[in-house]
C-alpha cells in the first residue's frame, strides 16, 4: 500500500535530490573524485527507493513539475534522472517529449538514459532519433546508445546511418562510424542469443 506524499514527503525527496550542494557546490557528478561518486550514487539509490513507497501518479506529476520549473538545473536534472526510472507508465512517453521539444543538451541526455533502459520502446526511440534528429551530436549519442539497447528492429537504420549520414559531433567523430560500431554489437548479441538457445 502506498505512503501518503504529503509535504514532509516532499520536503524529504527535495533534501535527497539537492546532495550536490554537501558533496561539492561548485562541480557536477562527472568531476567527482572516486568517494564523492561513490557517495553521489549511494543518495540517488536511496532517494529511488524511498520515492518508491508512494503513489506513482503523484510522484510522476510531482517530478515533471520539477523538471518542468527549470530555474534550479541541478533539481531539474534529478527529477530528469528519477523519471526515467520510478516504476509508471508515463516514463517513456516524458522521455519522448523531451527529445522533440528540448534542447541539444536534453536530448542527449535522454539518449543517454534510454541506454539505461533496455527493450524495444528504448530501441525504437533511439532509432527515430537517429534518422530524423537535426543535429548530429544527438545522433552520435542516439547511435551510440542503440549498441547497448538495440534491437533486431534497429539493425536496418544503424546500416542506412552507417552509409549516409556524414555528420560529426562536437568532436569530429563520425555518427555514420558510431552507427557502424552499433550495427556490429546488436548483430554480435542477437548472434550470441542465438547460440545460447541453441546450447
Known amino acids: ?11 524529504r525527496l527535495l533534501c535527497f535530490l ?31 527507493e524511498y520515492a518508491k513507497r508512494f503513489d506513482p501518479d503523484q510522484l510522476h506529476a510531482f517530478f515533471c513539475a520539477l523538471y518542468q520549473q527549470r530555474e534550479d538545473q541541478w533539481l531539474a536534472g534529478q527529477a530528469f534522472s528519477l523519471l526515467a526510472h520510478l516504476p509508471h507508465p508515463g516514463g517513456l512517453t516524458f522521455l519522448a517529449e523531451v527529445l522533440t521539444s528540448q534542447s541539444e543538451e536534453w536530448r542527449c541526455a535522454v539518449c543517454d538514459k534510454l541506454r539505461e533502459l533496455p527493450g524495444e520502446a528504448s ?18 549519442s542516439a547511435a551510440d ?5 538495440g534491437t533486431e528492429n534497429a539493425l536496418p537504420v544503424l546500416l542506412h546511418v552507417s552509409v549516409h549520414d556524414r555528420g560529426q559531433d562536437y568532436e569530429g567523430f563520425l555518427v555514420a562510424d558510431a552507427a557502424h560500431r ?10 550470441d542469443d542465438t547460440n545460447s538457445v541453441d546450447q
Do not use: I, K
Not at 546532495?19 to 529511488?48: G, I, K, M, W
Not at 530501441?123 to 552520435?140: H, I, K, N
Not at 552499433?182 to 548472434?191: D, E, G, H, S, T
Open 1 to 11: 500500500m502506498a505512503h501518503s506524499f504529503d509535504e514532509a514527503a516532499r520536503q
Open 18 to 48: 539537492q546532495v550536490q550542494l554537501e558533496l561539492n557546490p561548485q562541480a557536477d557528478p562527472s568531476t567527482f573524485d572516486s568517494a564523492a561518486e561513490e557517495a553521489f550514487d549511494a543518495v540517488q539509490r536511496e532517494a529511488l
Open 123 to 140: 530501441s525504437a526511440l533511439l532509432t527515430r532519433v537517429l534518422l530524423s534528429d537535426e543535429d548530429p551530436d544527438v545522433r552520435w
Open 145 to 149: 546508445a542503440l549498441a547497448t539497447v
Open 182 to 191: 552499433a550495427f556490429q554489437a546488436v548483430r554480435r548479441r542477437l548472434q
